[in-house]
């Protein structure tokens, strides 16, 4: 009778016509009519029923006594979990990824292993710098986080829209990202700390021209690429090592807003990627990217004639050319925010056989922060709440207890290992393959900054390049500004003496600040 009865809730959920299908404006006209009435008695947190009196007066009676305040005013100052660090401001879907070119000769993961395969995902967009109330169209990196739920556990591609990162070494993350955030002083942004940091690190400047470029504001996120930038190693299906750059890329096309767009568009609807993502998902314009991989052999690694691991560079497409996956697939919104994608936890250090991941010092230290980031943020057991539980295949570990959630905390197994009790046991791999080792020079991708510039750049979107820089630059001291003239007239002399120009003019006025 109880497993009847089961069926039927499951039923009635899956049955709910299309649940998710709406335009975020009606979601609560949407609500009303798909329930009819009141879904139930309120109650309190545990369980009993809460009568009228107590929900609706309490002067002249005992706080203590009522149920509904004793529950509502504690939980309120305890709503608040940590935000993300960096990435706080964020819209997600989910969907699915479906195969549609062999590869299994480059890598043979279990997600590629046969064309029309499809692996449910959850997908997470962000902005990097401010906090979660910033404008969504602000000039910023954008993150762009899958979650791949596969028959092997979770892969998390945690990609930016910008193909080649700003700096490769992680020692000088931390200070990056206060550089980005607010003067602790005045609480303002201040574009000092930010030059500063950019013209005492000459590697950024690549990273640095894709931000202040058109496609430093994306029209929407079904508009914009991501780039897990990192070389990543991964095996074959003859349990040989490749290499391969993931490329997400939007199906839609690559779309940008121009500065005075965006500056407009944050006045009247500072959620405007947010709202838009909704929209689309829930009116059933199914956002699709392409995802491809440029692909090297250890051969092509050894002669590359630059590092190819860098991630301050981009591997050139003509050399490397770019080659068909499969698809992602936007179809359904999240039915609650918080508990599907705030508590969306990406960790590029989830990893699958078969794709073992970067290489490099950076990608090392990636491994080590999201997690870290994750207990801060959800708790030692983040891995237990639903959004990111690896749901397509079951889950044996020797961990236990610990902040919730803990679900059946692995119920009464051996609670060590090794043991006589049949607890869960390790597989044996028939050739186990080690991670590549690598030295790591410095940086070295002026040429890059000089190939986008030349060639990669229209003369309008050059001119648009320099405003958008000087923008900023306007704003800070005159010795960063002449630092900043110097670095880029070092790296490329027409487009210091761009910036020099529109910064200082003729040098017939000179303003000091
Ligand atoms: C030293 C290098 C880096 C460090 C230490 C670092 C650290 C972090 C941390 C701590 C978070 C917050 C995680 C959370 O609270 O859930 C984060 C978020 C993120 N990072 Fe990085 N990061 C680094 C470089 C990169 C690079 C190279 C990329 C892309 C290729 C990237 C893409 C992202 C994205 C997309 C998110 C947001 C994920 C989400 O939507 O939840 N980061 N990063
Ligand atoms: C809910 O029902 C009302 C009345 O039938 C209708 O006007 C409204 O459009 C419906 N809302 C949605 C989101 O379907
Ligand atoms: C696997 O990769 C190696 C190079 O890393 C290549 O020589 C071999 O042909 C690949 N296997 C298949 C089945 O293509
Ligand atoms: C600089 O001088 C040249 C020649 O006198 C003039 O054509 C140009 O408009 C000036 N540029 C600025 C930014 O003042």
Redesign the pocket.
């Known amino acids: 009778m109880l497993k009847i009865l089961v069926f039927l809730v499951v039923a009635v959920a899956a049955d709910r016509p299309d649940r998710r299908q709406y335009d975020p404006g009606q979601q609560l006209s949407y609500y009303k009519n798909f329930t009819k009435c009141p879904i139930g008695t309120l109650t309190t947190t545990f369980g009993a029923p809460i009568e009228y009196v107590d929900a609706t007066v309490t002067l002249n009676r005992p706080l203590i006594r009522n149920p509904y305040i004793m529950d509502e005013l504690p939980h309120l100052v305890r709503e608040r979990i940590p935000e ?4 706080a401001k ?1 819209a997600g879907g989910f969907g699915y990824f479906e195969v549609t070119n062999d590869i299994t000769h480059i890598c043979d993961a279990k997600l590629f292993s046969a064309v029309g395969k499809k692996t449910p995902i959850a997908i ?1 967009f ?1 902005l990097v710098t401010l906090e979660k109330a910033v404008q969504d169209t602000t000039r910023d990196i954008r ?3 899958v979650k791949f739920y596969t028959e092997e556990g979770n892969l998390d591609l ?3 829209n910008i193909e080649a ?1 700003v700096f490769r070494d ?1 020692v000088m ?1 931390a200070g990056f990202v206060r550089s980005l955030k607010r003067n602790p002083a005045t609480n303002l942004r201040d574009f000092n700390m930010f030059w500063d940091f950019v013209t005492l690190r000459p590697e950024t400047v690549l990273g640095i021209i894709t931000l202040f470029s058109d496609l430093g504001i994306p029209a929407s996120y079904r508009n914009m690429p991501g ?4 070389t990543y190693e991964v095996i074959n299906k003859s349990n040989q090592k490749r290499f391969v750059r993931f490329h997400f890329t939007p199906d839609a096309g690559i779309k940008n807003l121009f500065t005075e767009q965006a500056r407009n568009i944050a006045g009247q609807d500072p959620d405007y990627h947010s709202r838009d993502l909704y929209r689309a998902i829930g009116n059933g314009e199914c956002p699709s990217w392409t995802l491809s991989v440029q692909v090297l052999t250890p051969e092509d690694v050894k002669n590359a004639g630059f590092d190819v691991f860098d ?1 301050t560079r981009f591997l050139p497409h003509d050399k490397y050319p770019l080659i068909p996956v499969g698809k992602l697939v936007l179809n359904k919104n999240p039915i609650n925010f918080f508990a599907e994608i705030e508590q ?3 960790c590029p250090s989830n990893l699958v056989p078969k794709i073992l991941g970067g290489v490099d010092k ?1 990608f090392e ?2 491994i080590f ?2 997690r ?3 207990f801060y ?1 959800l708790g030692v057991n983040f891995n237990k709440i639903s959004v990111n539980t690896p749901f397509q295949t079951e889950v044996f570990t020797y961990t236990r207890d610990g902040r919730a959630p803990v679900k059946d905390n692995g119920r009464d197994a051996p609670v060590y290992y090794p043991n006589s009790f049949n607890g869960p046991v390790p597989y044996r791999a028939k050739k186990r393959q080690e991670i590549t080792q690598i030295y790591e020079g410095p940086s070295n991708n002026f040429d890059q900054v000089r190939e986008v510039f030349d060639n990669q750049m229209s003369e309008e979107e050059r001119t648009r390049l320099i405003e958008n820089i000087v923008g900023t630059l306007r704003l800070v001291l005159r010795v960063l500004q002449e630092r900043a003239v110097k670095m880029f007239k070092s790296i490329h002399s027409e487009l210091g003496e761009r910036i020099e120009l529109a910064l200082f003019g003729n040098r017939t006025t000179t303003c000091k600040n």
């Open positions: 993300r660090v960096v990435h964020g997470r962000s993150g762009f986080a945690v990609a930016l990162f992680p993350f780039f897990p930038i990192h991630v969306l936890a990406l950076m230290s990636r922060s999201y870290d980031a994750q943020r």
